[in-house]
């Protein structure tokens, strides 16, 4: 029969932090925050929670586009120099979590964070000797 490698894996409600008791990836309600999007993940009942309260807050607000930026997906220059230096991007991460540092959004950059502001690529750079053009 031989081995059998399974992986599993635990979806944790961005709500209130529990287990998503699911069998597949729910399907996320995605946010724009001061100008960083965000999936956010949740249970059925927290989800229609969180939709009940932001209808309140933007039943009279104003609409906009969010602005498509052709900078999306470039690397500052910090963060090529970090990577030429044969650093990774989970390295920089731990260092940031470990140094309590934060993202463009103002909140503590998290090991969930999917992306590193150029500053805390800049700060690590500066930390670790690395010139950066």
């Known amino acids: ?25 729910p399907e996320p309600i995605q ?9 956010l993940y949740m249970s059925d009942a ?15 607000a104003d609409t906009f586009e969010p ?4 900078a999306v997906g470039t690397k500052s220059p910090a963060q090529e120099a970090v990577e030429a230096a044969g650093d990774t991007f989970q390295q ?3 260092w940031a979590v470990a140094q309590g ?3 463009a ?18 700060k690590y750079a500066e930390a670790h000797d690395i010139a950066v053009k």
């Open 92 to 94: 920089v991460k731990s």
């Open 1 to 25: 029969m031989g081995i059998q490698e399974i992986k599993t894996f635990k979806i944790i409600d961005d709500f209130d932090g529990t287990e998503i008791e699911t069998d597949q990836k």
């Open 46 to 60: 927290n989800a229609k929670k969180f939709s009940a309260q932001i209808e309140k807050v933007i039943k009279s």
């Open 105 to 122: 959004n103002g909140n503590p950059i998290t090991e969930r964070a999917p992306r590193i502001s150029p500053e805390a690529w800049q």
């Open 31 to 39: 946010i724009v925050w001061q100008g960083t999007g965000y999936n």
């Open 101 to 103: 540092l934060k993202g």
């Open 67 to 70: 602005a498509r930026s052709s």
